[in-house]
């Protein structure tokens, strides 16, 4: 099982619509939790940090299920130029971020 | 601006032939990171840095060398010995070695023809 597993996608969505990802890890010491977006051939760009109760940040919305070892981000209201690759990022409070291969969103006119 | 510096942007190498991709941040952090990203796979961590005059080997340090002889730079060589040399190479930086969210350079895009 890898450490950290994101659904490549592509998920194709309209303008205006709800999505989400999810993110799953298997190392249950795991501490520190962010949603990174990459566009092409660009360099990963921070997002939002994952906290424990939960974060929103204008259209964006970041959870952590610790049961169940998963972060979700969601995006309402989606634009055009959301469309990008969304990394998520873990760290087991050691030097190692691990990061998952991503998830392509393309937001549709 | 605080941030990281990475160059060449892009950089063709023959066979055989060592390079150096150079990194620079002045943020004042005391981590750095080298990374590796291959089409349809997830970052990989190659070298990284705890402070000046130390860096530990990552998942995929055959073939790699660096130095941390300064805070601000931790220069990444890609010698001839690695084998499969084309990439995406991304340094990053971050306040201390596992805290806090990394902070990344614009990459250097390595061929080897």
């Known amino acids: 099982r890898k450490e950290v597993e994101q659904d490549p996608g592509p998920f194709n969505v309209p303008e205006g619509a709800t999505v989400a990802f999810n993110c799953t890890y298997s190392?249950?010491?795991?501490?520190?939790f962010f949603w990174y977006r990459q566009d092409c051939r660009k360099e990963p760009k921070l997002l939002m940090s994952v906290y424990s109760s939960g974060n929103e940040d204008g259209r964006f919305t970041a959870q952590l299920n610790r049961a169940s070892q998963y972060i979700s981000l969601l995006i309402r209201d989606s634009k055009l130029s959301d469309s990008a690759t969304y990394l998520c990022?873990?760290?087991?409070?050691?030097?190692?971020?691990?990061f998952g291969t991503g998830t392509r969103l393309k937001v549709l006119a | 601006d605080g941030g990281i510096t990475q160059s060449p942007k892009y950089l063709f190498r023959k066979e055989g032939q060592n390079v150096t991709l150079s990194c620079e941040q002045n943020l004042n952090h005391d981590a750095m990171y080298w990374y590796r990203q291959d089409p349809g796979q997830g970052l990989r961590l190659i070298y990284y840095?705890?402070?000046?005059?130390?860096?530990q080997k990552g998942d995929i340090a055959e073939g790699y060398s660096v130095s941390r002889e300064k805070k601000e730079s931790f220069p990444l060589t890609v010698t001839s010995a690695q084998k499969n040399p084309t990439a995406f190479y991304l340094c990053?930086?971050?306040?201390?070695?596992?805290?806090?969210?990394?902070?990344f350079g614009e990459g250097s895009r390595l061929t080897v023809l």
């Open positions: 840095s705890q402070i000046v005059n130390d860096f």
């Open positions: 990022v873990v760290n087991p409070g050691t030097y190692k971020y691990i």
């Open positions: 190392n249950s010491a795991s501490q520190s």
């Open positions: 990053a930086s971050s306040k201390q070695v596992n805290t806090g969210e990394l902070f």
